[in-house]
């Protein structure tokens, strides 16, 4: 089974100035959120889902690898949405 990110290489789409800052805040909590904590861990899970609305198919991986529990540690999970919101920002940054 391949990971989350492994076909987006070469993919690239612009995103939203309020889009970047909405995501860099989310990396940045998800970086230092105890994932034990599931009021704020499903509170950020939510948010970093309507996060990717622009990039329907990062939204759906992660929609599959991170709110889907399927045996899956609330830590794994999270560092994954955190991994995916970082390839979001790469994917939107511009090519110079």
């Not at 989350?4 to 789409?13: K, N, Y």
């Not at 759906?60 to 045996?71: A, I, L, N, T």
Request: proline fraction near 3%.
């Amino acid at each position: 089974m391949q990971g989350p990110c492994s076909q987006l290489r070469g993919v690239h789409m612009r995103i939203s100035e309020q889009a970047k800052i909405q995501m860099l805040r989310l990396i940045d909590e998800g970086s230092s959120l105890n994932p034990f904590d599931l009021e704020t861990f499903n509170r950020w899970m939510q948010a970093t889902y309507e996060a990717l609305q622009s990039d329907s198919v990062q939204q759906q991986r992660f929609d599959e690898y991170c709110r889907s529990s399927c045996g899956v540690t609330y830590s794994r999970r999270l560092r994954c949405g955190v991994s995916m919101l970082k390839q979001a920002l790469y994917k939107g940054a511009p090519e110079n």
